[in-house]
């Protein structure tokens, strides 16, 4: 057994660089120095929450003041508040990672205060070269305090005159490059953006009108205020404009929240086209009524492109910079509520506003086809409306049906498939756009119909049905029309056909993956997962010729040939020239020489002429 020692064990006390930590809270806390400001107000806010806690007899209303005094290279933050006492300025005030608020909090978290964390008094020493701050207390009401320090590490409190009127004021003496905040047009500007939805009214300079002085439209909802739908709708999209930088909002709906979340808020479409991978989600976060985040696009589903929103929360939980959230279950929880509001709002829309609707169809239809995808109450919502690219134009997925069939093409625009269809008169939907292959799979299968994918094996099958001619034929066949092409001989429609040139779309994807992996175009590993799907393809001749045995062209070509006719030569040399104009887009193969085609063309009509 080996032997263990034991040393005795001190425990120790890590020191503090209390300068060091106090640069880094003050100065790398934040983003950007005008937060300070934001939280200067905030703790204005908090303590006028905290006297209406603390002192029911006060019924006042309360209001925050911010003053711009350029001449004294001063900023001022003036609050009706609780105000601070001698005891509690040392306590809570002075102490870094100690607020009076978080205790308040403690004891009932729904008063909508909103500090918590005891630091972001310590932003103001970024901004100013001295922080004074001059408090009266609700419960000393003849007594005034005067605190003053310029690094917050030191800081004095004496006894000033007293004021008799309840609150604080705290006075900024800005350090040169903050010189620019002592402006109106700096202060309305960096206030506005951060407490727009703040419940206390805040003045700057000598305003008449508060700089948020309209509660957002829920609010409005909550306090019982009466207002006519349509002036409603007018009042949610002017608010929702203020937060949309980019886009007008088409219409707005309402964020719901469920037993998880509190959440609350308003949802909007933006106007202006997106396609189907277009993101410009915007969402705006408040908490208690002060913006944390614009750029909380994470919080709206993947799929929501074409949405803009403003939320609040009391529960969500912010970092201690108040930039960003905390990924918990509250989080989550707003998530799937603001998805599911998104969706009941659209369905509210489509089922009671047919104009706006039509119109959000036309500006995301590509975007809300991807959309369906996600979610099955969209596919439901959408399945009848929502268009799809075709050769024909955007038609309606029933639109496209013909005997109970779809058919998809997964080649691009301009294929064989396109001159069948064409030759068909049937619509034929285009598979290589975003999400139309997906959609149109789910539609056929929510409405029994059959979906046709041509260019693969399989969809090649439900078009051509196979034939058969003596060897002799064939080689005939081969030799006159082929151009290395496969010659399949089969019957299809339209007779009018004699044949079409039919690129197996599978191979082709194959052949284009293995060219990228030369070229290095794509990253190994997505072609390592594309390898999976091609390796099953195992065919390596990409096009075929499919002769049609129903086209009476063919049958009398063939006819000829038996017959050893002499005037053979001028309609083989007519078909072989329509053969290679028709394969269009699909001829890439250089033996299919277009111009050599024309001139064989007019040499055929030559030879007819001749002969009449
Ligand atoms: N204008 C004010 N009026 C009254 N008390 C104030 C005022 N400003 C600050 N205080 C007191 O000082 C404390 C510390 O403020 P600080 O801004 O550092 O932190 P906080 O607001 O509590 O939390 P957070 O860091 O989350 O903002 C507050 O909790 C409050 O008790």
């Not at 790398?28 to 703790?43: D, I």
């Not at 309360?62 to 003053?67: E, H």
């Not at 203020?242 to 509190?262: A, G, L, S």
């Not at 001829?587 to 001139?599: P, V």
């Given at each position: 057994m080996s032997k263990v020692t034991t040393i005795e064990s001190k425990v120790c006390v890590a020191g503090v660089d209390l300068n060091g930590l106090m640069q880094v809270l003050s100065k790398?806390?934040?983003?950007?120095?005008?937060?300070?400001?934001?939280?200067?107000?905030?703790?204005?806010?908090?303590?006028?929450?905290?006297?209406?806690?603390?002192?029911?007899?006060?019924?006042?209303?309360?209001?925050?003041?911010?003053?711009?005094?350029r001449q004294n290279k001063q900023v001022r933050i003036i609050d009706t508040g609780a105000g601070l006492t001698e005891y509690e300025i040392h306590t809570f005030l002075a102490t870094v990672g100690v607020g009076y608020t978080r205790q308040l909090r403690q004891k009932d978290d729904e008063t909508g205060l909103i500090g918590m964390f005891g630091l972001g008094f310590l932003s103001a020493f970024v901004l100013a070269k001295q922080v004074t701050l001059i408090t009266t207390s609700y419960q000393s009401t003849g007594q005034t305090w005067c605190y003053r320090s310029a690094n917050a590490e030191q800081y004095t409190v004496t006894e000033s005159e007293p004021r008799h009127v309840v609150g604080t004021e705290i006075i900024l003496d800005l350090k040169d490059e903050f010189l620019f905040l002592s402006t109106q047009e700096s202060l309305n500007k960096i206030l506005g953006r951060y407490c727009i939805l703040l419940n206390e009214p805040i003045y700057i300079n000598d305003a008449k009108e508060a700089i948020n002085p309209e509660s957002p439209p829920w609010r409005k909802k909550r306090e019982d205020v009466v207002v006519h739908p349509l002036q409603e709708q007018r009042q949610c999209l002017s608010f929702a404009a203020?937060?949309?930088?980019?886009?007008?909002?088409?219409?707005?709906?309402?964020?719901?929240?469920?037993?998880?979340?509190?959440v609350i808020g308003m949802l909007w479409v933006q106007d202006g086209a997106t396609y189907g991978t277009s993101d410009n989600?915007?969402?705006?976060?408040?908490?208690?009524?002060?913006?944390?985040?614009?750029?909380?696009?994470?919080?709206?589903?993947?799929?929501?492109?074409?949405?803009?929103?403003?939320?609040?929360?009391?529960?969500?939980?912010?970092?201690?910079?108040?930039?960003?959230?905390?990924?918990?279950?509250?989080?989550?929880?707003?998530?799937?509520?603001?998805?599911?509001?998104?969706?009941?709002?659209?369905?509210?829309?489509?089922?009671?506003?047919?104009?706006?609707?039509?119109?959000?169809?036309?500006?995301?239809?590509?975007?809300?086809?991807?959309?369906?995808?996600?979610?099955?109450?969209?596919?439901?919502?959408?399945?009848?409306?929502?268009?799809?690219?075709?050769?024909?134009?955007?038609l309606t997925a029933q639109a496209l049906v013909s005997s109970h069939t779809i058919h998809v093409m997964l080649g691009s625009h301009g294929g064989f498939e396109d001159t069948l269809f064409r030759a068909l008169q049937v619509p034929v939907a285009l598979g290589d756009r975003y999400a139309v292959v997906p959609f149109l799979r789910r539609y056929t299968l929510a409405k029994k119909y059959k979906l046709i994918e041509l260019g693969t094996e399989k969809g090649n099958q439900h078009l051509f049905s196979l034939a058969d001619l003596p060897a002799n034929d064939m080689e005939w066949l081969t030799k006159v029309l082929a151009d290395g092409e496969d010659i399949v001989i089969a019957r299809f429609m339209p007779i009018e056909l004699p044949f079409v040139v039919v690129i197996d779309r599978e191979a082709e994807l194959k052949k284009r993956l293995e060219e990228d992996e030369?070229?290095?175009?794509?990253?190994?590993?997505?072609?390592?997962?594309?390898?999976?799907?091609?390796?099953?393809?195992?065919?390596?001749?990409?096009?075929?010729?499919?002769?049609?045995?129903?086209?009476?062209?063919?049958?009398?070509?063939?006819?000829?040939?038996?017959?050893?006719?002499?005037?053979?030569?001028?309609?083989?040399?007519?078909?072989?020239?329509?053969?290679?104009?028709?394969?269009?887009?699909?001829?890439?193969?250089?033996?299919?020489?277009?111009?050599?085609?024309?001139?064989?063309?007019?040499?055929?009509?030559?030879?007819?002429?001749?002969?009449?």
């Open positions: 790398h806390l934040y983003s950007t120095p005008m937060v300070a400001l934001r939280e200067l107000v905030q703790n204005a806010h908090d303590s006028i929450v905290r006297r209406r806690i603390e002192q029911p007899s006060w019924l006042d209303k309360g209001r925050i003041t911010v003053i711009g005094d203020r937060f949309e930088q980019n886009f007008e909002p088409i219409c707005t709906f309402p964020v719901i929240p469920d037993e998880q979340t509190d989600r915007n969402l705006s976060i408040f908490l208690r009524g002060m913006l944390l985040d614009d750029d909380a696009r994470d919080l709206l589903p993947s799929w929501a492109g074409f949405i803009g929103g403003v939320i609040e929360s009391n529960r969500l939980i912010p970092t201690a910079s108040r930039e960003d959230l905390q990924k918990d279950a509250n989080y989550y929880a707003v998530q799937h509520a603001l998805n599911e509001s998104l969706i009941n709002g659209l369905a509210t829309i489509a089922a009671k506003q047919p104009e706006v609707w039509r119109r959000i169809l036309k500006r995301h239809n590509e975007a809300l086809l991807g959309a369906s995808l996600c979610d099955e109450r969209l596919f439901q919502l959408l399945m009848d409306t929502i268009k799809i690219p075709t050769s024909q134009g955007d030369t070229d290095k175009k794509i990253s190994q590993a997505a072609l390592r997962l594309a390898r999976q799907f091609t390796a099953q393809i195992t065919k390596t001749s990409m096009v075929k010729l499919y002769i049609n045995l129903n086209n009476q062209a063919i049958i009398e070509l063939l006819q000829a040939f038996h017959a050893s006719n002499p005037q053979v030569e001028g309609a083989v040399k007519l078909l072989k020239s329509l053969k290679i104009i028709m394969s269009g887009r699909d001829n890439q193969n250089q033996a299919l020489n277009l111009n050599q085609a024309l001139i064989d063309f007019t040499q055929a009509v030559q030879i007819i002429l001749k002969l009449s």
